[in-house]
């Protein structure tokens, strides 16, 4: 009996635990169904994303980049189709021999061939590697038939920016080259390889507007992340087109205009609306090798050349505006009522003030003047005396009104905004007290003054109107209709007595169209076309008291860097002024003359073809622009003034 019971209790215990078992298996199998059913029932759709996010890369595709235009529809930069040689290191085993046989094809210089390799060790070996971009015709045709003997090799097309005017429009319309590490902004559009932004000019000052939106292209990746095949592809959306105020038959004829000058810049404004026509800094680069990888040789030289090729000198070069200044001391002084029409001065060929004397340009003097003779002849000892009765804080509150000492907010980046002294910035910058000394030769234009051709064109178109004017280089309102813009920006007034404008106004005149003027020789004859401007001559170097007595050393005894600067600002027509010049040429260009006699004959060439041509009322026809730019004449020589 006993026995039987230790049985019986036995079986029980071993059918509990049986129980039990059974029951953590059900329980276990029971919560296995259930997760399985979580993950392939409940959640699939979310470890499907997943799966495919492993499996799918989405990638960037490079929008096409906005064309620049003149105001007539001109492209001055556009985006061209381009051939680029590409390898895959798998495919082509030994990449130093391949690079040998493709050097017998065409050219692959020392530098391509460390890059290729430098990026074969760096990369998955299927990842293509350019060899060489921006290849000709030729050269895509002669690796094209070479192709099946040379495995892994094959030609990519691709976008590379176009400049069809090169050196002529280079200052206005800028270049792009390849992001900066400095440069990237969160941007993932920066960080694509071929991406490029607008490094000047107007490539960077409307690289946003001209960007575009990127496109995507989603494709299928194995776990080596080599792509199997694409997926999905949605384009991107092109960047805008630019509408520059340039007429680029202009431009083109103010650079050969200035073509014979070693270092020179001309600005060509309409008065009415501001637009900038035609903007030249000579000499000029060719943007072209900054977009597709300048060389160090080729840096080395623009950056060394001391007529400064990568400046825009039209508005970052400072100068001392010399006599050209003096329109805005003659206003300052009818504005202050300190001078009339009829106020005479006497030259004798200097004025001293103290101890020191200050010498008129003209050695024996201009005798008596009035002030429309004094502009006329460009006599210092009148303006010397002007800028006395003003003083300097009326002068340079007239000069900033004029445009000078700030800059104006042209539409590129790299302005400068020259120098109007004054008795707080003389003190916060030397610690010493103005002087009425520095207050006359700040009345010639000389001294801290300093400003930039863009400012001293400006003035003129401030002088002609009596009005604000602003220049652009950029028009919001698109290409410009037939008969001109409808409704051109109205500026506001300068708040200075039309009479006094009239009255300087008539000296200006009276420089070109008189006799006796100092640019009498460069007027323009042709009726209904003349010019009224002001000459000058910016002094580089200080004259010895030696050569005053002795006679001044000719332009070409001098080195061309302490030659003086020839400037020279004009309008036309005379009648109802519509056009402004302005051109600086750096030491006197190749003849070392004088603002009459080197400056003038640009301007009045540049605005006899504006005139004609008449770029801010009648558009031309496309078919025929070339036919537009007209030979330029031979320059004609002026004596000094």
Known sequence: ?????????????????????????????????????????????????????????????????????????????????????????????????????????????????RRVLRDVRRKHS????????NLSWDEMARVEVAVPELPGVSIDQGVTRHYPFGETAAHVVGYVAAVSEQELDGDPLLELPDFRIGKSGVEKSQDTELRGTAGTSQVEVNAFGRVV????????????????????????????????????????????TGDVLALVSSPSFDPVPFSTGLSSAMWQDLSNDPRKPLSNKVIAGVYPPGSTFKPVVATAALTAGVLTPETSFTCPGYLELGDATFHCWRHGGHGTLRL?????????????????????????????????GGALGIDIPGERPGLIPSRDWKLATTGTAWSQGETLIAGIGQGSVLATPLQ?????????????????????????????????????????????????????NAVVNEQGGTAYAARITEPGFAMGGKSGTSQVRHISEFEREHG?????????????HALFLAFAPVSAPRYVCATVVEHGGASGGGGSAVAAP???????????????????????????????PPRSVAPAG
């Open 1 to 113: 009996m006993p026995a039987m019971r230790r049985e019986a209790h036995r079986q029980k215990l071993f059918t509990r635990r049986a129980a039990i078992l059974a029951g953590a298996h059900a329980t276990l199998l029971a919560a296995l169904a259930g997760r399985m059913y979580e993950l392939q029932v409940v959640e699939a759709d979310r470890y499907a994303v997943l799966a495919d996010e492993n499996r799918i890369s989405l990638r960037l595709l490079t929008p096409l980049r906005g064309r620049i235009l003149d105001r007539f529809g001109v492209a001055l930069a556009d985006s061209r189709q381009n051939y680029q040689l590409v390898i895959v290191a798998e495919q082509a085993g030994d990449v130093a021999a391949t690079l040998d046989a493709l050097g017998g094809l065409i050219e692959v210089g020392e530098t391509d061939r």
């Open 126 to 133: 299927f990842v293509p590697i350019v060899v060489r971009a």
């Open 229 to 272: 095949r694409e997926l999905a592809r949605v384009a991107g959306k092109p960047g805008q087109d630019v509408v520059t105020s340039l007429d680029m038959t202009m431009q083109e004829f103010v650079t050969r205009r200035c073509s014979a000058e070693q270092s020179v810049s001309c600005v060509l404004l309409d008065v009415v």
């Open 372 to 404: 429309r003779d004094a502009i006329k002849r460009s006599c210092d000892v009148f303006f010397y005396e002007t800028a006395r009765r003003v003083g300097i804080d009326r002068l340079a509150a007239m000069a900033r009104r004029f445009g000078f």
């Open 456 to 508: 001293l064109a400006t003035m003129v178109a401030r002088l002609v109107t009596g009005r604000a004017v602003s220049p652009r280089l950029v028009r919001a309102d698109g290409l410009m209709p037939t008969g001109g813009d409808p409704a051109p920006p109205d500026f506001p007034s300068l708040g200075i007595n039309p009479r006094a404008l009239a009255l300087v106004l008539d000296g200006m």
């Open 552 to 564: 001044v050393r000719k332009a070409r005894q001098i080195p061309w860097k302490e030659r003086d």
């Open 602 to 632: 640009i301007c009045r060439d540049v605005l006899l073809e504006a005139q004609r041509r008449d770029p801010a009322r009648r558009v031309p026809d496309h078919d025929t622009v070339a036919q537009f730019v007209t030979p330029v």
